[in-house]
């Protein structure tokens, strides 16, 4: 079957019936069941901002559906009509709606409705993260697949929100911020991440998660996304080389029966900034595939990459805090099986 606009998964409807302006939905509060706890996944983008970016700049912006359908001819030809977005709404929209998997997976196992938020949605109507999305959530996913340059960043009130929200025994927060890749001014440093991690996709520079770092900064979490590193491979395959994993660390059981977490091709290090190993706990590390182009990382002597970092609850802060890459929970790389039993874990943690 031809990929169309249908079993391509769009169109994507996040905060589906918006209500007020500022209000996620007008659905009514999901109710708290023991054993069923509610997930909530808000992405941090300001949508028309990321659509709108200047094509003319190849850096710090989504790819546009012309630039993707002549760099893969004629995979996408299916998408030449004037009936698809021709510019970057075309694949944010694709991106959008590759989260359906994971959405309709955790509202199965959690027997709970699973909203998607965006922070400012395709029609430019702001959602805040406050406790009209934070009041009926125990878990919430936080996407911050924004741009750096798009600025966004929580208000007072918002963290104020979460402050409370952390402070509620049993509360998780996942967040998940995506790769820095072109942080040097030198352009052949550049261009060598570029060649490591091989997504053509990707300009010299692509800077993420403005809202995730805000929110390591606003509540003292030690860790920042660096990178964009090209994963091993099982030699011979397409397969994600096995994680390594602190079985004797992961007492949530997060990583029970998974072996890798998806299979995408550029991973973020989550840099730890701290020596406490009780604060912070590394319950994964990555094997960088040293067979790729060189990376400056790499040739400073590092041979794997911090996947997924836990941190327990702390002082005042009564939830668990887990920090992955956002990709973990979509499913148009691969690895789908994997991905369903990390899902499946966090959902009854």
Known sequence: MEPTETNMGWPIAPNLTP?????????????????????????SINYPLEVN??????????????????????????????????????????????????LDFVAEVTEQPT???????????LHLLDERVLGD???LI?????????????????????????????????LCPHHEVGLADDPEVRE???????????GRQERFSGFA??????????????WGLHPAKVPGTNEPAPLRIAEDLDTPGLLRGVKTIGAHAHLPHLAVLTDDTTAVRVLATQRIDLEAPPH??????????????????NGKRAADVLVTDLTRFMALFGDKENLQKFWRNLAQW
């Open 19 to 43: 209500g007020l302006a500022g209000s996620p939905s007008a659905a009514p509060a999901r109710p708290y069941a023991a054993q069923k706890r509610r997930v909530t996944m808000y992405m």
């Open 53 to 102: 970016a200047d094509l003319a700049d190849f850096n710090n912006r989504n790819i546009a559906m012309f630039e993707l359908r002549r760099l893969l001819y004629p995979k996408y030809e299916w998408a030449a009509g004037p009936e698809y977005k021709q510019g970057i709404a075309g694949p944010m929209d694709m991106f959008l709606a590759d989260f359906r998997s994971c």
């Open 115 to 125: 909203p998607f938020i965006l922070r400012v949605n395709q029609e430019g109507e």
């Open 137 to 139: 959530t125990d878990t």
């Open 142 to 174: 936080l996407i911050s697949s924004d741009h750096l340059k798009t600025g966004q960043q929580p208000f007072p009130a918002e963290i104020e929100a979460l402050q409370e929200f952390l402070g509620r025994e049993g509360a998780r927060l996942v």
């Open 192 to 202: 060598m991440e570029h060649l490591h991690h091989g997504d053509v996709f990707v």
């Open 213 to 226: 770092r805000a929110l390591f900064t606003a509540f003292n979490i030690p860790i920042i996304n660096q």
């Open 296 to 313: 400056p990382w790499v040739q400073a002597g590092n041979t794997e990459f911090n996947a997924l970092v836990w941190l327990p609850p």
